[in-house]
């Protein structure tokens, strides 16, 4: 059994207590506008293109063997559904102008990454984070990964979107230690607008988190324009109330993934958004604070 995975973080104190190793898989059923890690959509391996260190050899085009890649109007275009990850394209460039991003992993070979910082995990109450992308869309593989975790006394966390069948959310989240739980928006049909996916499953899954007594942290991404408002904060209140949900992360607004997009060739349509920082939330997080949340900025 084999999963792509396109980073494996150590060190992080930001994904759970403690410190953790990120476990990043690739695939994500969500298109959110902001998404930081555009690498992390598409399932399959890809191709990262450095214009500026491209010379226009061309010697990529020539040696792919499947005939991904091709260039139009002498611009790199890449086709990842052709893709056989040979990676003959980055070893023969000439100007190191290409890299990948998404390698096929067994559960061995994960395991055996985390495993090298059990001691850091154990001293400072910390473990291991799976996350993506999707996790839930690697659920078969993901599951193994989690009870192998348990049989070696790690903690685990899970953080994910929820989106995803009951059946299958249901028999991963029972695995976890704790969900970190993305929350994009309260509004149904402004979850469709930015991500391209309905919320209501995700609700129904948070809800059974919630009422199994599964340890969830919801997650919020404040994006300007999106669900900044103190409006937007107050109504998050009341739909995690509904949920049963009170312990509360808030995400500001970065740009960190910007490059990115240009590396894959993509359009960003948050290019021209203002970075939040944490002073600019303050009276946002109060609103939390006084509907009795736990709340972390």
Excluded at 3 to 18: E, L, M, R, V, Y
Excluded at 61 to 67: D, G, H, M, Q
Aim: charged share 25%; proline share 4%; with cysteine.
């Amino acid at each position: 059994m084999k999963a792509t995975i396109f980073n494996i973080q150590k060190f992080s104190i930001h994904d759970g207590p403690g410190i953790r190793t990120v476990v990043f898989f690739k695939g994500c059923p969500l298109r959110c506008r902001w998404c930081s890690n555009p690498e992390s959509q598409v399932i399959h391996t890809q191709i990262l293109w450095e214009q500026e260190r491209c010379i226009g050899c061309k010697t990529c085009e020539s040696t792919c063997p499947a005939k991904s890649i091709r260039f139009v109007d002498n611009r790199f275009t890449f086709q990842h559904k052709t893709c056989t990850g040979c990676l003959e394209c980055i070893r023969q460039c000439p100007a190191k102008a290409m890299e990948y991003t998404g390698k096929n992993m067994t559960i061995p070979e994960v395991m055996t990454a985390v495993k090298k910082d059990i001691d850091f995990y154990e001293e400072s109450g910390g473990g291991v984070t799976l996350s993506g992308g999707e996790v839930l869309i690697w659920h078969e593989f993901v599951t193994e990964v989690l009870k192998e975790l348990k049989q070696e006394h790690i903690h685990s966390a899970l953080e994910t979107t929820g989106f995803a069948v009951e059946s299958v959310f249901q028999k991963v989240a029972g695995q976890a230690d704790l969900l970190l739980f993305d929350m994009k928006h309260y509004s149904d049909r402004k979850h469709q607008t930015y991500t391209g996916v309905s919320n209501s499953l995700i609700i129904k899954n948070m809800t059974w988190a919630a009422k199994k007594g599964i340890p969830t942290i919801a997650r919020i991404p404040v994006i300007p324009d999106v669900n900044d408002s103190l409006k937007d904060a107050a109504a998050f209140c009341r739909r995690l109330t509904e949920i049963g949900i009170r312990q509360v992360h808030l995400l500001p607004f970065h740009q960190f993934g910007q490059k990115k997009y240009e590396l894959l060739r993509s359009d960003y349509a948050m290019k021209d958004t203002k970075t939040l920082h944490p002073e600019d939330l303050i009276e946002y997080k109060q609103i939390f604070e006084s509907a009795g949340f736990d709340v972390t900025l």
